[in-house]
């Protein structure tokens, strides 16, 4: 089983800045890809950020140019910087790992965090 917890979450005004984190604790062999989604009120969760083991990232075009994803291997800990937010990026932010549990798994596992929640606002 795997637990990610994320931090980071708030309230922000427009133009403001954020930084959420989200580490991975358990058992398991290796993380494939580490990312953020979200979810606004009364719409679909959507992919914003993802990282994979190489450290090659994927963004949303609703956010390339405003937030930088990062991760720190070592400690199986994903970042998201969020700068020039606007109040459109309101929502409950989750955390997502794709992670090989066990040597020779031949496919990944799925994992959620519990989501924090982002409000801009003036």
């Known amino acids: 089983q795997v637990q990610l917890v994320e931090s980071g979450g708030g309230l922000v005004q427009p133009g403001g800045s954020l930084r959420l984190s989200c580490a991975a604790s358990g058992s398991f062999f290796s993380i494939r890809t580490m990312g953020w989604y979200r979810q606004a009120p009364g719409k679909q969760r959507e992919l914003v950020a993802t990282i994979n083991s190489l450290r090659r990232s994927n963004y949303a075009d609703s956010v390339k140019d405003r937030f930088t994803i990062s991760s720190d291997n070592a400690k199986n800990t994903v970042y998201l910087q969020m700068n020039s937010l606007k109040p459109e990026d309101t929502a409950v932010y989750y955390c997502?790992?794709?992670?090989?549990?066990?040597?020779?798994?031949?496919?990944?596992?799925?994992?959620w965090g519990q989501g924090t929640q982002v409000t801009v606002s003036s």
């Open positions: 997502n790992a794709e992670v090989y549990e066990i040597v020779g798994s031949p496919r990944p596992s799925n994992y």
